[in-house]
């Protein structure tokens, strides 16, 4: 049995095509009730079936919206995507995941690719510079881009991060309230990402006059681990860890020398990973609002969908809270303030 087409149903309701397409695109003026009630009585014994993406293309619109990130299964990102998808699932959109796996020809095919598709906006949490340009474009031409976590410095687009400048100010200052006289600063390529930057020029402002050190190659932290302990003869010393590879890294290379922590050197990095909490007593770390960076990131680009794109660019800056543990030889919360304390988990 050939299934049912808007024609078999106009014939046996006794209307015509256009009206039966009115009353599926939901356009009851001027349609009476005894009408609406025998298509509505015809579709369901005819077991009709429209075809929702013919539909969606004519209406020039899908109901999808395109979400690009550099790794899936990085747990960081994991907690982004669920944002997004739980706002996107609520105002009634599908979400179409891809990830770059940090590549920007990648990222850059996936970007053309879904607009092909026509999704009706993208959520990007970028790789790198590269498709910044790209983006931008795009931006202009009409489509409806925001970018996730990761920023740039250009207010062309709509941008939702959290407060990496404040934060990590706040950590470094923390640090070195609790009686550490050296920092160092572990991270990989920093021109990678604007994130990364912002941290880095974070540590810079906050460590002025005071003993740091800097590493911006992630394939060497064991001996940077030496090399920063040699240089600060003695003192007490303390890494920061400004991406969560790093302080796995890191932790990596304080566990190969048998250092002990706080004993030997402290530790803090990003992000509030659950593997933090199991190691040697609990490793100190900055805990991001991820989940939320995804729902507003989704909640305005939905906005931009439904509203245009008149209204002014939205750059949304989330707070994150610190979390010291035993390696910094604390268990205390701390949020922008270094003297606002809050009980730890």
Not at 19 to 43: C, D, P, Q, W
Not at 168 to 180: D, F, H, N, P, S
Request: aromatic fraction near 6%.
């Amino acid at each position: 049995m050939n299934p049912a087409t808007i024609e078999s149903v106009s014939q046996q309701a006794g209307v015509s095509k256009t009206t039966v397409s009115r009353y599926l695109n939901g356009k009851f003026e001027h349609m009476s009730a005894k009408t609406k009630a025998r298509i509505k009585e015809t579709i369901e014994a005819l077991d009709y079936q429209p075809n929702l993406i013919a539909r969606s293309l004519k209406l020039k619109k899908t109901g999808l919206i395109g979400v690009i990130v550099p790794d899936i299964i990085n747990p960081v990102t994991v907690n982004l995507v669920k944002g997004v998808i739980d706002h996107c699932t609520q105002e009634g959109y599908q979400v179409v995941i891809a990830s770059s796996d940090e590549q920007s020809d990648k990222e850059k095919e996936y970007v053309l690719s879904m607009l092909n598709r026509k999704v009706e906006g993208l959520i990007v949490n970028i790789a790198d510079y590269n498709n910044y340009d790209l983006l931008k474009t795009l931006t202009e031409r009409g489509e409806k881009i925001v970018l996730a976590d990761r920023t740039i410095c250009d207010s062309i687009l709509d941008m939702v991060t959290t407060d990496n400048y404040n934060m990590t100010r706040t950590v470094v200052k923390a640090l070195y309230e609790k009686g550490y006289e050296a920092v160092g600063f572990f991270s990989p390529e920093l021109l990678k990402s604007n994130v990364r930057l912002t941290r880095y020029n974070a540590f810079l402002d906050e460590s002025a006059g005071k003993l740091a050190y800097l590493l911006h190659n992630e394939n060497e932290y064991k001996k940077a681990i030496q090399d920063f302990l040699s240089k600060t003869q003695g003192k007490k010393a303390a890494i920061f860890a400004s991406t969560p590879m790093s302080l796995l890294n890191v932790v990596s290379g304080i566990h190969e020398l048998n250092l002990k922590t706080p004993e030997d050197i402290g530790i803090c990095g990003y992000d509030n990973l659950p593997w933090t909490k199991l190691v040697g007593g609990g490793i100190s770390v900055v805990e991001q609002p991820l989940y939320e960076v995804g729902w507003e990131s989704a909640k305005i680009l939905i906005d931009r969908i439904k509203n245009g794109i008149d209204n002014p660019v939205k750059y949304v800056e989330l707070k994150s809270k610190l979390i010291l543990r035993n390696s910094t030889g604390d268990n205390v919360t701390v949020n922008q303030s270094w003297k606002e304390i809050i009980k730890n988990d």
